[in-house]
């Protein structure tokens, strides 16, 4: 008899417990398990991510709040808290 088998991806959360990633399609049983600890090689580094975040930026024309308006908004914000 043939059992069919599922590759799923998890995080080990302590010595003995693993939060997969999906649901099997299993009912309460025992089951067989082989761990493999998975190694991200995509890491980037901080200066690649904010080069890509500042890409996106000017290619939909994003226009950060002058200081005047983030004074402004803060001014606005400090005068609505209670004393």
């Not at 069919?4 to 299993?26: H, I, K, R």
């Amino acid at each position: 008899m043939m059992h069919n088998a599922y590759v799923v991806t998890g995080t080990l959360v302590d010595a003995q417990t693993v939060s997969l990633d999906e649901a099997l399609p299993l009912a309460t049983q025992k089951i067989r398990m082989v761990v493999e600890p998975v190694v991200n090689t995509s890491r980037r580094s901080y200066h690649d991510v904010m080069a890509a975040i500042r890409e996106r930026q000017q290619a939909r024309a994003h226009q950060p709040p002058t200081r005047e308006e983030v004074d402004a908004h803060t001014r606005a914000e400090r005068e609505g808290w209670d004393d």
